[in-house]
């Protein structure tokens, strides 16, 4: 119980292009999403909060028009990298916050998806 | 900015031994959690303390609280190489009006296990 699943695992693209990734959680129900990023061998950084139905919080240096980030349901976020460089290379992990209804999840906890490692090239 | 910092960076054990990562955060917390990172994979929750415990265990892992030091320990007994991984503090702050947690990480320690 509780697994938050990521789609693509792996994606590469070139530049310019936009990618969209999604995160789901998959037996509970997820009001709020976070979006983290991780360069290699470094810490998870939030990027911003998703919270279902409105927009999502970004924090401080992260350009919201070029993450956009979707809640459209309890169990589902999107992330699109637009126009994506090189430099936005990296691996992109979200979590999802449990309210604590499944049996198997606990409340406030945050459940973290397998990440998706984006290549631009 | 980051608020949990772990030491070690890196630690290197024979299997059997006990491994200890420390971690220290600089402002109020309602929790703190440790996770576990494999190398290219998502995170695992492996136990989280409130702030009014100062210790817990499950299983192998034993993890204590000292709030008026801001730090906390992570121990994992008889280790295996199976726990080769990066250990992550996390300490978590509520979101004014939004009812959510949000969680800062520490850098991590990477733990290599020799069989």
């Known amino acids: 119980g509780a697994v938050v699943s990521q789609h693509p695992s792996r994606v590469i693209c070139k530049s310019g292009t936009s990618v969209k990734i999604e995160c789901r959680s998959l037996?509970?129900?997820?009001?709020?999403m976070f979006w983290y990023r991780q360069f290699p061998k470094q810490s998870l950084m939030l990027m911003a909060t998703?919270?279902?139905?409105?927009?999502?919080?970004?924090e401080q240096g992260v350009e919201k028009d070029k993450f956009l980030i979707n809640h459209a349901s309890l169990t589902l976020s999107t992330l699109t990298v637009t126009s994506a460089h090189p430099e936005d290379s990296s691996f992109y992990i979200c979590?999802?916050?449990?309210?604590?209804?499944?049996?198997?999840?606990?409340?406030?906890?945050?459940?973290f998806g397998p990440g998706t490692r984006l290549t631009v090239l | 900015s980051q608020q949990g910092e772990e030491d070690p960076q890196a630690l290197s054990i024979q299997e059997g031994e006990n491994a200890t990562m420390n971690c220290s955060y600089k402002?109020?917390?309602?929790?703190l959690q440790w996770y576990r990172q494999n190398s290219g994979r998502g995170l695992v929750h492996l136990i989280l303390?409130?702030?009014?415990?100062r210790e817990k265990h499950s299983g192998r892992l034993r993890v204590t609280l000292d709030t008026s030091k801001k730090s906390s320990s992570l121990l994992i007994t008889a280790s295996r190489a199976a726990d080769t991984a990066s250990y992550f503090c996390?300490?978590?702050?509520?979101?004014?009006?939004?009812?959510?947690?949000?969680?800062?990480f520490g850098k991590g320690t990477k733990l290599s296990v020799i069989p």
């Open positions: 979590s999802a916050l449990s309210l604590g209804l499944a049996e198997f999840s606990k409340a406030d906890t945050q459940y």
């Open positions: 037996d509970f129900q997820a009001t709020t």
């Open positions: 998703s919270n279902e139905g409105s927009k999502a919080t970004y």
């Open positions: 402002t109020s917390i309602n929790n």
């Open positions: 303390i409130r702030s009014n415990e």
């Open positions: 996390a300490t978590d702050r509520r979101v004014a009006g939004a009812g959510s947690y949000q969680l800062t």
